[in-house]
């Protein structure tokens, strides 16, 4: 079992830790190019005690993307499916996930699915509140449950920097406000999605969450039904199609299994009624996921044989 091997998963990351030199770290966000490219952690979650930990396990990082799968939970629980898949999408792009196209050539000017930073904007403007601090303190409550962890705070250096700098989100957000996907205010709903994406965890404390939605949004140890069961299948079901972005295709051929990629370099995985996996490096490929985290989870899957397929 994955748990007893520690020796192996120790050879696994540092083979891995080589594709880091290969990769390089998200600039567009200026707080997110202080990172070391050459960090590589991983963190197994089996439901029990503590099952494995390897590399630079200490380092936290900001979820980005990966937050998009827990905006969607909370959206979903909120406002229920016909809602939600009203104003966004359940098809993948094959475009980067700040690309603009579809939004305009699609009709209805709707995002395609809520992975892409358009369909993000969109989800994360129908979480239930009356301020901006309601709605993230939400969240992070639904994180402070999924993990375990209620430390889990925003890394207001990131969520700031990001702002600054979220002119292509703005133009998306103006898009859609304009389409009616939404009636916020752009500027307040920026604000939100900054701070989401800004959340600042562990590989361990994603180790988790990727384990709950593995466990059909079951807590194994609290027995909590933490996410609805159709819910929970709807999240995996999207990191299977679109949670690569626009790799999301090679990934289900080379790796198989759900998964979930932000740009600070993290990937949360989860193997259907199996182990969470949570996984940091924040060296890059060209279409945003951690170069030596997917080479990780690949060797992982063949080693394994945790392909869902
Ligand atoms: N791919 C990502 O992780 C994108 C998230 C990032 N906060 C953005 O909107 O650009």
């Known amino acids: ?25 998200a ?60 104003r966004v999408g359940m098809e993948p792009t094959g475009d980067p996930f700040n690309s603009i196209i579809k939004l305009e050539t699609n009709r209805p000017n709707k995002p395609l699915n809520p992975m892409i930073n358009a369909g993000a ?40 920097s990001e702002l600054r700098t979220a002119d292509l989100n703005r133009s998306l957000a103006y898009f859609m406000r304009q389409h009616n996907v939404f009636e916020d205010e752009v500027e307040d709903l920026l604000d939100l999605y900054t701070k989401q994406c800004a959340i600042e965890v562990s590989c361990e404390d994603l180790a988790k969450i990727g384990y709950v939605i593995a466990n059909e949004g079951k807590h194994v140890q609290s027995k909590r039904q933490i996410i609805p069961l159709h819910i929970a299948r709807i999240l995996k079901t999207f990191m299977v199609t679109c949670g690569m972005y626009n790799a999301s295709g090679e990934f289900a051929i080379r790796v ?20 969470g996996i ?32």
């Open 121 to 160: 904007l969109a989800v994360t403007s129908m979480i239930s509140g009356s301020s901006t601090e309601e709605k993230l303190g939400r969240l992070l409550t639904f994180i402070h449950e999924l993990t375990g962890n209620p430390e889990i705070r925003y890394d207001e250096h990131v969520a700031k």
């Open 278 to 309: 949570g996984i940091y490096g924040p060296a890059l490929d060209d279409k945003g996921n951690s170069v030596a985290g997917m080479k990780l989870l690949e060797a992982l899957s063949h080693r394994y044989d945790l392909s869902i397929f």
């Open 27 to 86: 600039k567009y966000i200026p707080a997110l190019a202080e990172a070391d490219p050459s960090v590589l952690s991983l963190a197994i979650y089996d439901g029990g005690g503590p099952c494995a930990a390897v590399g630079n396990t200490d380092e936290t990082f900001t979820l980005q993307s990966i937050s998009k799968v827990l905006s969607l939970a909370l959206a979903l629980m909120d406002r229920g499916e016909d809602e939600v898949f009203s």
């Open 1 to 25: 079992m994955i748990c007893n091997d520690k020796d192996i998963l120790h050879v696994m990351i540092e083979e891995a830790r080589t594709y880091t030199q290969g990769g390089e770290v």
């Open 256 to 275: 198989g299994i759900p998964a979930k990629s932000g740009v600070s370099g993290g990937i949360m995985a989860s193997i259907p009624h199996g182990i």
